[in-house]
């Protein structure tokens, strides 16, 4: 944790939280617990297809693990930090 790496997953939900305005990428079926990739406004206005284009995607995710109430996150800026995944990519 506080250090930077390079995780891989799918995308099993996507959710904007209509308070915040937060959207979570989540790895795993339990948002709670699960590893999740966090963008905050304003920053999520420059991920224009972000249930389109990650929902159910393989993703590979750079930046600072951090644990938030025991459940590790990325939270992401830059929409380069997210790469899509081809189905035969393994990462190295």
Do not use: C, H, K
């Not at 979570?24 to 297809?49: E, M, T, Y």
């Not at 644990?67 to 393994?90: H, K, T």
Request: aromatic fraction near 8%; avoid cysteine; charge should be negative.
């Amino acid at each position: 944790m506080g250090l930077p790496a390079t995780v891989e997953g799918t995308v099993r939900r996507v959710y904007r939280d209509p308070g915040s305005g937060i959207v979570f990428l989540n790895f795993g079926p339990n948002p709670r617990q699960d590893f999740a990739v966090v963008i905050r406004p304003p920053f999520s206005d420059l991920f224009p297809l972000l249930e389109d284009g990650y929902r159910n995607r393989r993703v590979r995710v750079r930046g600072i693990v951090e644990d938030f109430a025991g459940q590790p996150q990325i939270v992401v800026q830059l929409p380069e930090q997210i790469a899509v995944m081809d189905e035969s990519e393994v990462m190295p």
